[in-house]
């Protein structure tokens, strides 16, 4: 977005629209006589405003005045924990009345230009990851109202803003659709191949205790502390860039859990993390099981294939080596009753799984000739599922890239025709400009701290009859 076309311009968002943080909580605002709705963070989703669980605290009306929401605000989280949410926007269309906004959130608000057009275009740097790149903290990113006033917007003539925003509004819809369906197909994907484990295993545990020939039995059922070593990781202190910088020991978070084999990490630690933490380096062949994480993470089971440590989210199973040869049976097992090993978790907000119950699950054992079979039954299966998934993967990841493409085509002017009878950019931003000029400066009043009168000074009693004498300042 170096070359601009014709009649645009490119500003910093401040001269062309307010940008304003949300007022800060307090416990003491929940009661009051003047409660009002209020947005968080958490009604703020990439597609629209999630208005089902809205909360309410006492605004003052000199504060509602100030961080009340009109239509064709623009609202952004300001901060997140996770890099992929922070500065995701959506736009207020009235739906609230007297709605403000609290401080996990930016508004946004047009001094002219075309509030979907601004809403887009923020959408793109959030989507493409700049706000995460210039984002603040660490662990908490932060964008900070002073760091997006000072962003730049390609600004084209008011007329085009308007022509843009429509055509983003018929196609990204549409597209949204279709990458939400093909989502959907690999959560039932998912779905099947537990059904596929499931039936197996159940199979499995309706011979438990069988006899077969010459009077011994073979089957039965082992606890996974006994076929395993159960063990964790741990997270080295970030505030330790030793433990970080230039690492080449692979870490492992319970987020890369998802796939039925980790081959490589998205982050690295030093040796001297693994020598001054409790952080342990597991072999290859090693079974990470997610004892906690966000959405579906929780119960997920995978495969290193590469030496690796991990994190406290993971347990590690490592089969003993007269069990080793079960290790292929043990992860169908881990994956066929991931529902049900879910359920078995505990704790409030973010129920855990712990070492503690994954060492007492009971793993249906059947005779090598039998496991060998059912693990060849399922392997022909999975790989129909494997074909399929990767399939599911291309078509989102292109749907994802054309989101982008689309985007970075609008913002570049080459999405939709250009009018030379369109009013310049520059125009539109020379009358923003002099309308701003000509409203008053506000006067600053001062706070309640300031207004109080000074302390008298101190005295001391003096005479018989006890009258105050003022000491010396």
């Known amino acids: 977005m170096t070359d601009l076309p014709s009649g645009w311009t490119r500003v910093r968002l401040d001269e062309v629209a307010e940008v304003r943080l949300g007022r800060q909580r307090s416990p003491k605002n929940h009661t009051g006589d003047n409660m009002r709705p209020y947005l968080r963070a958490a009604n703020v989703d990439w597609n629209g405003l999630k208005l089902d669980d809205v909360k309410s605290m006492n605004f003052t009306d000199e504060e509602a005045e100030i961080y009340r929401l009109r239509p064709g605000d623009i609202v952004l989280g300001e901060a997140s924990g996770s890099p992929g949410e922070v500065g995701k926007p959506a736009i207020w269309n009235g739906e609230i009345e007297d709605c403000c906004i609290q401080n996990t959130l930016l508004r946004v608000r047009s001094h002219g230009p075309d509030p979907k057009y601004l809403l887009y275009f923020l959408r793109f740097e959030a989507v493409r990851g ?236 059947p005779p090598a000739p039998e496991r060998d079979r059912l693990l060849e039954e399922f392997a022909a299966q999975s790989g129909i599922a494997l074909r399929l998934r990767t399939a599911i993967r291309l078509a989102y990841s292109r749907g994802g890239n054309l989101r982008k493409s689309l985007m970075s085509e609008a913002f570049a002017g080459r999405l939709v025709s250009q009018d030379p009878n369109d009013e310049p950019a520059s125009e539109l931003l020379a009358r923003i400009r002099a309308e701003r000029a000509a409203v008053p400066p506000k006067k600053k009043t001062r706070s309640r701290r300031t207004q109080k009168e000074l302390a008298a000074p101190p005295t001391r009693v003096t005479g018989d009859d006890y009258q105050q004498e003022a000491l010396p300042l």
């Open 130 to 365: 700049a706000f995460v790149e210039h984002s603040r903290g660490v662990g908490i990113h932060h964008i900070g109202a002073e760091r997006l006033s000072s962003w730049m917007v390609p600004l084209p003539p008011l007329a085009e803003q308007r022509r843009i925003a429509a055509a983003l509004e018929g196609h990204l819809p549409r597209l949204r659709v279709a990458l939400e369906q093909t989502r959907n197909i690999g959560r039932r994907l998912a779905s099947w191949e537990a059904v596929i484990g499931g039936a197996i295993l159940a199979g499995v545990r309706s011979k438990i205790g069988l006899v077969v020939e010459d009077g011994v039995k073979g089957w039965g059922e082992a606890a996974i502390g006994d076929l395993a070593m159960v063990g964790t990781g741990a997270t080295p202190l970030r505030s330790r860039k030793d433990f970080y910088e230039g690492g080449t020991v692979p870490w492992v978070t319970s987020g890369l859990l998802s796939e039925p084999f980790v081959d490589q990490s998205a982050e690295c630690i030093t040796e001297i993390a693994v020598a001054e933490t409790s952080v342990k380096v597991w072999p290859p062949g090693t079974l990470l099981v997610a004892m906690y994480g966000e959405g579906r993470t929780r119960g997920r089971c995978s495969e290193l294939r590469i030496a690796a440590a991990t994190n406290q989210a993971c347990a590690a199973v490592r089969l003993k080596p007269e069990w080793d040869s079960y290790r292929s049976w043990v992860k169908l097992f881990f994956q066929a009753a991931y529902e049900q090993n879910r359920r078995l978790a505990s704790g409030g907000v973010q129920p855990n799984l712990n070492l503690g119950l994954i060492r007492n699950l009971r793993v249906p054992m």
